[in-house]
Nanobody
């Protein structure tokens, strides 16, 4: 069973930065489409950023130019660098792994494995 463990969440003020990490075990991160998703209370889970096995990235419009997804193949770890954070970025952030052939990578339904999440809180 693939295991995903997120870390790096926390509380920051608006304009600040955080870097999320997702340690992957029992799978090779470069063989999957990997994604970061988030869910705020009372809202649906939404795709934030993805990177497929070819290294092609996708971002939600709301985070473009502020967030950067990357992976370290040697460490089998996925990252999300979040800059210029806004209060509306407050949510539980989840790491997910899906097939490299994901058609709509920002759709949560495409993903097979999920981490437990890490909380991000941005205050104004």
């Amino acid at each position: 069973q693939v295991q995903l463990v997120e870390s790096g969440g926390g509380s920051v003020q608006a304009g600040g930065s955080l870097r999320l990490s997702c340690a992957v075990s029992r799978a090779t991160v470069s063989n999957y489409c990997m994604g970061w998703f988030r869910q705020a209370p009372g809202k649906e889970r939404e795709g934030v950023a993805t990177i497929n096995s070819d290294g092609i990235t996708n971002y939600a419009n709301s985070v473009k130019d502020r967030f950067t997804i990357s992976r370290d193949n040697a460490k089998n770890t996925l990252f999300l660098q979040m800059n210029s954070l806004k209060p509306e970025d407050t949510a539980m952030y989840y790491c997910a792994a899906g097939p490299s052939s994901a058609t709509y990578p920002l759709r949560a339904a495409e993903y097979l494995y999920w981490g437990q999440g890490t909380q991000v809180a941005v205050s104004s």
